[in-house]
Nanobody
């Protein structure tokens, strides 16, 4: 059974930074693309970033490009999202997902950017 667990969220002031983690089990992690999504209050879920299975290529939504960095450690079955220069508009629940015949989602981790 595939399971994803996100962690690292919290309350941070504008301009601050957080690093999120997504740890997977029940899947040969190194074989799969991993996505980060987020859902802000009253908004639809949107993709934030994704990383190829070997970590050599990364892609970002325009809203976060230049501020967020996605990376992975396949030995630890973990993908990270380093978030810098955070803005109030980044406030959301952040989710990771993996598609293994079907799409699996973690439970999410709350990020709140507020002074």
């Amino acid at each position: 059974q595939v399971q994803l667990v996100e962690s690292g969220g919290g309350l941070v002031q504008p301009g601050g930074a957080l690093r999120l983690s997504c740890t997977a089990s029940g899947v040969t992690f190194r074989n799969y693309v991993i996505w980060w999504y987020r859902q802000g209050p009253g908004k639809e879920r949107e993709w934030v970033a994704w990383i190829t299975s070997d970590g050599t290529s990364t892609y970002y939504a325009a809203a976060v490009k230049g501020r967020f960095t996605i990376s992975r450690d396949n030995a630890k079955n973990t993908v990270y999202l380093q978030m810098n220069s955070l803005k109030p508009g980044d406030t959301a629940v952040y989710y990771c997902n993996v598609h293994v015949r079907v799409t699996y989602w973690g439970q999410g981790t709350q990020v709140t950017v507020s002074s």
